[in-house]
């Protein structure tokens, strides 16, 4: 039996490493290419349902931008507190802004889907850049950078939606370090020419691309997954960039508890169920591997089995994984998470057991 799982560990770590070097390896040595600026109109949209802290603080921001032609596309879901007025405030005093205004829909009640159809149909212009209300870009170049990366062929740029650090907390590093792993994986598979995923929080397409596929519409009944639904519907190897220079980052504040970061991941993870059935697979399949690896190295090293080559293999294992993933959190600006990475990993992985099982019980609530 102990050979069995002997030789097991050894097609577990030859799986991880086919992940950390071959997939995920693609961007994690990649540099970042330079690119001409462009000078194409783009239309910001940005979708608040009760933000009007975050509105007082973040439109200002946009409106910043070092960029010379765009708009800003505010879109109030039905707000019950102080954020359309002060979205109707903003728009009087700027002439970038364009105010969408969403009256609840009984089809269609709280559902962000319908209100992003309703912002993107109001754009004015052809190119589109996302990001949440709670979100604010890291430099005033932000839709400079994001915009560099369209081209005649590549009409969907998937960016990095990081989140603030509060120094000394562990959930604040796993939360980034989950961030970091996610980014890693579809910036990996995007440049493998295997686009999966993208995040709302930074996110940009052509909206030709919205309506070549309909919008939203077949998983409109759906309330999570307007981004990564979509782009998991909407992105091939030819249509699809990144962009991960550190201007174009977006930056939002994390949950402080557990119990909010947990509700947040049941969603992301009830949403991957509905991914094209070759992202489900090889997403499970990693998560898997982890899985098995951590198991088969507790039991192989408690019965002592062949324990000097186990250690010889866990090692080479880590090398790999560690070295990857370190290279990625250099270009995402999450080093720090790096040092943790073991923790992370078996912390990560636990918690998104629990979210699994979890979600078989009950189902998660999604947006506001």
């Known amino acids: 039996m102990f050979d069995l799982l002997f030789y097991s560990l050894i097609g577990v770590v030859f799986i991880q490493l086919l992940y950390y070097v071959a997939v995920f390896g693609n961007f994690s040595f990649s540099k970042v290419v330079k690119t001409n600026p462009k000078r194409i109109p783009i239309s910001v949209i940005v979708c608040a349902k009760n933000e009007a802290e975050n509105i007082k603080k973040f439109v200002p921001l946009l409106l910043e931008q070092d960029y010379p032609e765009y708009e800003i596309v505010l879109i109030d879901d039905s707000s019950t507190d102080e954020t359309l007025d002060l979205l109707e405030e903003f728009e009087k005093q700027n002439s970038r802004i364009k105010l969408v205004k969403v009256v609840n829909n009984e089809a269609f009640w709280g559902n962000k889907k319908f209100a992003l159809t309703l912002g993107i149909k109001a754009a004015k212009y052809e190119y589109l850049l996302f990001t949440d209300a709670d979100c604010y870009p890291n430099s005033n170049n932000w839709i400079k950078e994001m915009s560099s990366q369209f081209t005649m062929k590549k009409s969907i740029v998937l960016g990095y939606g990081a989140y603030e650090k509060i120094p000394h907390s562990f959930l604040n590093k796993l939360i980034r370090f989950e961030t970091l792993l996610t980014a890693t994986q579809y ?179 999604h947006w506001k």
């Open 187 to 365: 910036f990996g598979w995007a440049k493998t020419g295997k686009p999966y995923m993208g995040v709302g929080r930074n996110l940009a397409y052509k909206r030709e691309v919205f309506f070549n596929v309909n919008g939203f519409i077949d998983h409109i009944k759906l309330r999570s997954g307007d981004d990564d639904l979509f782009i998991n519907q909407a992105s091939n190897k030819e249509n699809t960039t990144i962009c991960f220079s550190k201007d174009s980052f977006t930056y939002s504040m994390p949950k402080t508890s557990f119990a909010a970061w947990f509700t947040q991941k049941r969603r992301h993870v009830s949403t991957a169920t509905y991914y094209k059935s070759f992202d489900r697979m090889q997403l499970g399949l990693f998560f898997l591997s982890q899985f098995t690896f951590i198991m088969l190295s507790i039991i192989l090293l408690i019965s002592q089995f062949q324990w000097l080559f186990v250690l010889g293999i866990i090692a080479v294992r880590y090398a790999f994984a560690w070295t990857s993933m370190g290279f990625a959190a250099s270009k995402l600006n999450e080093k720090d998470t790096i040092y943790w990475f073991p923790i992370m990993e078996i912390a990560l992985l636990f918690t998104h057991l629990n979210v699994f099982f979890t979600n078989l019980f009950s189902k998660p609530v």
